[in-house]
């Protein structure tokens, strides 16, 4: 079946520090959305991307859509505590079912 | 404005009962789906359902579990002779129309139910 790898599994950053993680696929995704998950609740989305090359922010969030429809980035710049979490990486397959990548689980150290 | 509610939150069952999983989707969303999220893992995708009709199950597992969205209620996810293998969280989520429709914004989930089977 079509699989999200996402990189990198973890991470732990100083406070303040910028943040990049990708998602990477076999398969071409017409949409590709992030989405946030805090412990003990359910994912929050972040950013959406609907065309090939787009970039996208929200606050100090950053997105792209990759060129080759295959990946997906997604930068914080000056990380704060509440930042931490698992964050997902989605690509839409087909008309409604998105696939779910793996999850980078960030940790931010004050 | 409520968004998508899930009860329980949390649902300890004994090996060989049932587990009734609900979700209300957010007001004006006709769409709904489940997901599984297995401990330090994604989420799989398991089943779409519109209002009365399942659309794709293709994620589900074969037996023991089932899926409605009834024209009034709650959908539900349903597990019979549950395993310990199906404890999980279960995360609802619901659109206002298919969810890959440009603007959509995807889906907005619920804040899931943790299945833990003893």
């Known amino acids: 079946g079509q699989q999200l790898n996402q990189s990198p599994q973890s991470m732990f950053i100083q406070e303040g520090e910028d943040v990049s993680m990708n998602c990477t696929s076999s398969?071409?995704?017409?949409?590709w959305l992030w989405y946030k998950q805090d412990p003990g609740e359910g994912p929050v989305l972040l950013i959406a991307l609907y065309k090939a090359g787009e970039l996208t922010s929200n606050g100090r969030l950053t997105a792209q859509f990759g060129i080759t429809r295959k990946d997906s980035f997604l930068n914080i710049s000056a990380s704060i505590p509440s930042d931490v979490g698992i964050y997902f990486c989605?690509?839409?397959?087909?008309?409604?079912?998105?696939?779910f990548g793996t999850g980078t689980r960030l940790k931010v150290l004050a | 404005n409520a968004g998508v509610m899930q009860n329980p939150r949390h649902l300890v069952r004994r090996r060989g009962q049932e587990a009734r999983l609900r979700c209300s989707p957010m007001k004006g969303h006709s769409h709904v789906y489940w997901y599984r999220q297995l401990p330090e893992e994604g989420l799989k995708f398991m089943v779409y359902l519109q209002k009365e009709n399942i659309i794709d199950e293709s994620g589900m597992p074969k037996e023991r579990f089932s899926a409605e969205f009834p024209k009034e209620g709650p959908s539900i996810l349903r597990i019979q002779q549950v395993v310990r293998g199906d404890s999980a969280a279960y995360f609802c989520?619901?659109?206002?129309?298919?969810?890959?429709?440009?603007?959509?914004?995807?889906?907005?989930f619920g804040s899931g139910t943790r299945l833990t089977v003893v």
């Open positions: 398969s071409i995704f017409n949409t």
């Open positions: 989520a619901s659109s206002p129309s298919w969810a890959g429709r440009t603007g959509t914004y995807g889906y907005t």
């Open positions: 989605a690509g839409l397959s087909g008309t409604y079912k998105y696939i």
